[in-house]
Nanobody
Framework: QVQLQESGGDSVQSGGSLRLSCAAS????????LGWFRETPGKEREGVAI???????SYADSVKGRFTISQDDANNTLYLQMNSLKPEDTGIYYC???????????????????????WGQGTQVTVSS
C-alpha cells in the first residue's frame, strides 16, 4: 500500500523559508513523477513543482526562482525548499505521485492533478505579512 506523508508546514513571516518533506512507503521514487500541489481558499488544487524522469523539473510561474523540488532516492523522500515566501503562498501543500513512469516533468505538470494517483494528507503553510 502506497503512503505519502508530508511534514514541515509551519507559520512564517513574509520573506522567510521553509522546507517541506514527503516520506513515501510502499513506493519507489526512481521512475515516476513526483510533485507538490497546494490548495488555497477559493481556488482549485494547483501544481507547484514537479520532478520527473532524469530529474527534470517544472514549476508554476508564481514560484519560479523561489522554490526548489528535489528527491532523495536512498531515503524515499521528496522535498520542497521554499524561499522568499509571500502571503499568497499560504495554503495546504500536498505531496503526490503518478503511476506513469519515465515521464518528463513537463508532461506530468500539464497533466495536472488528474495525472497523479497517490496523495498525502497535506501540510499547512501560513505566510504572514
Amino acid at each position: 500500500q502506497v503512503q505519502l506523508q508530508e511534514s514541515g508546514g509551519d507559520s512564517v513571516q513574509s520573506g522567510g523559508s521553509l522546507r517541506l518533506s514527503c516520506a513515501a512507503s510502499g513506493y519507489y521514487f526512481d521512475r515516476n513523477c513526483l510533485g507538490w500541489f497546494r490548495e488555497t481558499p477559493g481556488k482549485e488544487r494547483e501544481g507547484v513543482a514537479i520532478i520527473g524522469t532524469s530529474r527534470t523539473t517544472s514549476y508554476a510561474d508564481s514560484v519560479k526562482g523561489r522554490f526548489t523540488i528535489s528527491q532523495d532516492d536512498a531515503n524515499n523522500t521528496l522535498y520542497l525548499q521554499m524561499n522568499s515566501l509571500k502571503p499568497e503562498d499560504t495554503g495546504i501543500y500536498y505531496c503526490a505521485a503518478t503511476t506513469v513512469q519515465y515521464a518528463a516533468s513537463w508532461y506530468c505538470f500539464v497533466s495536472g492533478r488528474q495525472g497523479f494517483s497517490y496523495w498525502g494528507q497535506g501540510t499547512q503553510v501560513t505566510v504572514s505579512s
